[in-house]
């Protein structure tokens, strides 16, 4: 099983490939979820203000 397969075929083909570069945001914790996020490569980093 490779790291994709879990993910229905249809899923897969309405896929929207994005690059990011460093510190570039993908989303921000108020913003509404559009979406499931697949990393391939690299590093994200999850950050917010502390309760």
Do not use: H, N, Q
Not at 13 to 28: D, N, Q
């Amino acid at each position: 099983m490779t790291s994709v397969d879990w993910i229905p075929e249809s899923v897969r083909k309405s896929a929207i490939r994005r690059t990011l570069e460093p510190g570039e945001m993908l989303f921000c914790r108020e913003d509404r979820p559009d979406g499931l996020y697949l990393l391939e490569r690299g590093e994200i980093r999850l950050s917010g203000p502390r309760r």
